[in-house]
């Protein structure tokens, strides 16, 4: 059994002297398992001793532990450090994950925790991601997991999606699979979902899971059913969203969509809604209404598609973040006339971070000398990858102009957002042969370092 080392150490200890016991160096910051003195026989102590100099734990935490549960041998504690360790857990994650779950050293080793551990390594979990799901859920090891496993790939998932579900919600591993989730999954299959979606969606969602099938999800269902009409828009609008079959509807998307309805919103655009971005949708009613009512004074028409997007777009933010993003465009120069003339145009410019917008703006202002109040007019810019296909495109002019085979006064607005094959055609393709490097500019592989003139725009 093990010495209780507490507050008062011995003299040398405290001098910095490293003390012997029984054989064996004990090291303050190693905090490896040490080995038992013959006349250490309180549990309580022993409990303490273990949970502070083997696990790490605080005094305090130590302490606390000690008083629902008490180690008589440490043998099997000892073990269980060692298996976890051989799964690629550190020091730090054996704190953390015995902070929140101490009685995981009594854990059955042979039944119970091996079988698990080896299931999770065949799942692919090693080392910080292992200790990543046991940190958030620690029960998980205690559970049945092997039931649970076998019930996901005989309805159809991969490995990887199993590992997916267990790293998002490890604790369903601790449901019973047959009679909480079976009715679940005949239910979305009976909706027209196959196994393979109803695996992708679920890995993607599975909290769903562990909501009531007749109070929670068969009624979403019958309500998308009463707004939608058909069963094929309830399918549809439930692959858009399967976190809809979560929502609140009572509360939130019967009267956001009667919100709609009251401004002049037909029912093709609420369906269209429910279809793009149906998490519009599922925000605080009141925060809803003052969306609506702002993109009605901007003056969109509720009967064109770009209301409701501007909608989206809108719910995406909150008014703080919203006020972040204005003041990014207004930083380099915007009004908010034309930060907002802007919008009209194209809703999702402000759907962009404003880390993004930034980002943006000070490439076609500062490397292409771009007028920003040129920019506000084509938003669509700002939702193109500048990587993969703004720069590596202005390497291709940049070559071409200095070869002299286009004219300095090329529309790069219209180059940068006309469509790939239409572009590889005209820029790539046309000269490839006269100048070989304009296949390494479309590739990303030359540095563009600015257009020969100052392209005014």
Not at 153 to 168: E, P, S, V, Y
Request: proline share 5%.
């Amino acid at each position: 059994m093990l010495r209780l080392i507490s507050g008062n150490l011995p003299q040398q200890l405290r001098r910095g002297a490293s003390p012997i016991c029984h054989g064996h160096l004990f090291s303050t910051s190693s905090l490896k398992p040490i080995s038992d003195p013959p006349n250490s026989t309180d549990p309580k102590s022993l409990t303490v001793s273990f949970l502070r100099n083997s696990c790490g734990l605080s005094l305090e935490l130590a302490t606390s532990a000690s008083k629902k549960f008490n180690i008589e041998n440490v043998e099997n504690p000892n073990s269980v450090l060692n298996l976890l360790r051989t799964h690629g857990l550190t020091q730090n994650h054996i704190v953390h994950l015995f902070s929140s779950r101490p009685l995981l050293l009594l854990a059955d080793l042979g039944n119970t925790l091996k079988p698990n551990l080896e299931l999770f390594k065949s799942l692919g979990f090693s080392g910080a991601n292992l200790a990543k799901m046991l940190i958030k859920y620690p029960t998980v090891l205690e559970s049945n997991a092997y039931t649970a496993v076998d019930f996901f790939r005989a309805h159809g998932f991969n490995d990887m999606q199993i590992k997916t579900l267990m790293m998002k919600s490890p604790d369903l591993y601790s449901y019973n699979a047959n009679k909480i989730f079976k009715p679940k999954l005949e239910f979305f299959k009976s909706l027209g979902l196959s196994d393979l979606e109803i695996a992708q969606l679920l890995s993607s969602e599975p909290n769903i899971l562990k909501r009531s099938l007749e109070k929670q999800i068969i009624p979403c269902v019958q309500e998308l059913r009463r707004v939608l009409g058909t069963d094929e828009n309830v399918l549809e609008a439930v692959k858009a969203c399967f976190q809809i079959l979560e929502s609140n509807m009572v509360h939130m998307l019967q009267p956001n969509i009667a919100t709609l309805k009251s401004h002049g919103v037909p029912q093709s655009l609420v369906v269209k809604l429910l279809f793009i971005r149906a998490t519009s949708l599922l925000i605080c009613s009141n925060r809803f209404s003052e969306i609506v009512s702002e993109v009605m004074k901007l003056g969109f028409d509720p009967n064109h598609l770009k209301f409701v997007l501007a909608i989206m777009s809108m719910a995406l933010n909150s008014k703080t973040l919203w006020e972040q993003k204005v003041e990014a465009y207004r930083s380099f120069g915007l009004s908010e006339g034309e930060i907002y003339a802007a919008f009209k145009r194209q809703p999702f410019c402000m759907s962009c971070s404003d880390k993004k917008i930034k980002k943006m703006m000070g490439f076609f202002v500062n490397k292409l000398k771009m007028k920003p109040s040129r920019i506000s007019k084509s938003p669509n810019l700002l939702l193109l990858s500048l990587e993969k296909r703004i720069i590596p495109r202005c390497s291709v002019l940049q070559l071409l102009m200095l070869k002299g085979l286009i004219k300095e006064d090329t529309n790069i607005v219209s180059m940068v957002t006309m469509a790939e094959k239409n572009f590889m055609k005209r820029f790539v393709s046309k000269y490839q042969t006269e100048v070989p490097d304009v296949v390494r500019a479309h590739q990303g592989k030359i540095e563009f370092q600015g257009l020969p003139i100052a392209m005014e725009m």
